[in-house]
């Protein structure tokens, strides 16, 4: 029996995470990482939808999520080159990008939801997807079959965007950083009248702050001891995940409001300091010459 009875839907990236330091790839993509942590912690179907490349890295991304229990179903494979970034990681486990192929074949062609895949996306209680999915076009289409949509927005994402984008937002994130906590409100309430139902900012060390229109929810991070500490990378997506879980199994239960937002807030800050305990987003680790 499922923890979490519902249904979920990651759609547009996925990448391998290259840690040149170490010569090792692990299986990546805000997209991606969302399907499998969802699966993780226990939810009834968790699916990924989007297209992969044809080479190695390709192939360890599908190998793994299939490992992982995640549905591939509505994927396309095309031939071409996965998309790929290259990382580092810094003496506190912080990652650091030092590049990518600006998604391979995945950013030379866009996955269009047609008739079919409609009918597929209406089987999930949410769709998620983010600032480096190129799914912007379909969103409105995942909005038209009644399916509440998540967003993970990029620190550099512009006014401009964000005005395009989030009024078909049911569920927005983004990363503030160490911004002033006044300017974060301020941005937040900004975005909260876009259209979005609740809005959050995560603030890494800082821990994080949602917003719904009548409050502000301030929840601080779970602290991970040096020894434990092995790499930040998702830790992001890991929070935007448990989060949703959470809320959206309490939604459905009838027990959504401020209490129910302030307990998920604090569930997914754990959930996040155990994704820092692990290697890569979520391991799979394969080494490359």
Known sequence: ???????????????????????????????????VFAKKLGVERSAYMGIFGSDAEAEHVITSLEEEGVELMRCQQVVGVNGAARVTVDETGDRIFLGSN??????????????????YVRGFDLVHSGNYCFTERELPKIKEAGVPISFDFSDDSTDEYFEQIAPFVTYSFMSMGDAPIEDIKAK??????????????SRGSLGSIAYDGDNFYEQGIKPVAPEELKDAMAAGD?????FLVTYLAKKKAGEAGPDAIRACLDFAAGFAADTCKIEGSWGHAKVYA
């Open 1 to 35: 029996m499922a923890t979490y009875p519902i249904s979920v839907l990651g759609f547009g990236d996925n990448v391998v995470d290259k840690y040149e330091h170490i010569k090792t790839m692990y299986p990546g993509g805000n997209a991606v990482n969302f399907a």
């Open 102 to 119: 600006e998604g391979g074949i995945r950013g030379d062609m866009r996955y269009v939801i047609d008739r079919f895949a409609a009918e």
């Open 188 to 201: 937040l309430e900004w975005i909260k009248g876009l259209g979005p139902e609740i809005v959050c900012a």
């Open 238 to 242: 890991s929070l935007l995940t448990a």
